[in-house]
């Protein structure tokens, strides 16, 4: 499998951005958890948010809760990340993930723990 991310960009705080993520499989993603981390210079990677494939159940960091929403296109293998009211402080390069972790029940909030990288994309909203 491999990532492909889209959709970075500059925004005003208080704007909207949208990220997609395909996955070239030829397969089901089935027993995948895929999610997206992000990176600001200067920083460690953080964990944005996740989902399992299968069941589709998601886990955001506190950071984002309320303002980012995680979807999925079983048919397209598409990650998506829906970012509202961005603010300064989500400026980071952002970058998709996926490990094949079948039977999962949560979502690993480490880095470490995904095999599968794409190769980033930056957001960058002005104050």
């Known amino acids: 499998v491999q990532l492909q991310a889209s959709g970075g960009g500059l925004v005003q705080a208080g704007g909207s951005l949208r990220l997609s993520c395909t996955a070239s499989a030829r397969r089901t993603l089935s027993g995948y958890t895929m999610g997206w981390f992000r990176q600001a210079p200067g920083k460690e990677r953080e964990f944005v948010g996740g989902v399992l494939w299968s069941g589709g159940q998601t886990s955001y960091s506190d950071s984002v809760k309320g303002r980012f929403t995680i979807s999925r296109d079983k048919i397209k293998n598409t990650l998506n990340l829906q970012m509202n009211d961005l603010k300064p402080e989500d400026t980071a390069v952002y970058y998709c993930?996926?490990?094949?972790?079948?039977?999962?029940?949560?979502?690993?909030?480490?880095?470490?723990?995904?095999?599968?990288w794409g190769q980033g994309t930056l957001v960058t909203v002005s104050s």
């Open positions: 993930t996926a490990d094949y972790i079948p039977g999962a029940k949560t979502i690993s909030t480490l880095a470490r723990s995904y095999d599968i």
